[in-house]
């Protein structure tokens, strides 16, 4: 039994400089996440790891009620699927990028258009942060031309009544900018 694992975190960059013209076809954005939310993310989370919860209530106390900063929600039409991003000045932050797994084409729309809302805004670059080893990543870096570098590593405390090992603990655990990085 283990009482936490640690897992390494990198940086994941791409420039904004050739941004699609527009969103991705039946894809959305808004403030905040669809009313519908709550209902989409029961079939998306079991097919999660346990560490994160990213129901409606959760979406909309992190990112929605912060009016220090700047939020957009990327929608999906065809699937349980969604993004946000934080707006800064000259960096866009992606902070969330949930997709169920396997659906290399949709993480890939999200990212399309997390870049195109990102130029949009002004930011000449795109951040994220996920442990390279995660789909995700995998996705992010090879096929959407996002470039990596090691960054700090993060503590990972398992579910209450679980007891996973280290390498399950490797496998599965997600991490995002809004479990750590709060922009």
Same mark, same amino acid.
């Given at each position: ?10 940086q ?54 912060r ?34 797994? &396997? *659906?290399?084409?949709?993480?890939? #729309?999200?990212?399309? =258009? /997390? ?5 949009? @805004?002004?930011?000449? +670059? ?20 996002y470039? &990596? *570098?090691?960054?700090?590593?993060? #503590?990972?405390?398992? =579910? /209450? ?5 280290? @390498?399950?603990?490797? +496998? ?8 750590w990085?709060?922009?």
């Amino acid at each position: 039994m283990i009482a936490a694992a640690l897992s390494q975190v990198h940086q994941l960059r791409r420039d904004t400089l050739d941004p699609p013209l527009s969103l991705p076809g039946e894809m959305y954005m808004s403030e905040y996440p669809t009313v519908d939310w709550d209902e989409r993310w029961p079939r998306l989370a079991g097919t999660q790891d346990g560490w994160r919860a990213r129901d409606g209530g959760y979406l909309t106390r992190r990112y929605t009620e912060r009016p220090d900063k700047r939020y957009s929600f990327l929608n999906c039409g065809w699937t349980d699927a969604l993004a946000v991003v934080e707006m800064g000045p000259h960096t866009a932050h992606l902070m969330e990028l949930l997709a169920p797994p &396997g *659906e290399a084409a949709t993480i890939g #729309r999200l990212a399309l =258009a /997390a870049e195109y809302v990102a130029a949009q @805004a002004g930011a000449i +670059e795109i951040e994220a942060w996920f442990p390279v080893w995660t789909e995700v990543a995998q996705i992010l870096c090879a096929g959407c031309r996002y470039r &990596g *570098e090691p960054g700090p590593r993060l #503590r990972k405390i398992p =579910a /209450a009544g679980s007891n996973p090992e280290v @390498a399950d603990l490797r +496998e599965s655990s997600y991490y995002s900018m809004g479990d750590w990085r709060v922009h």
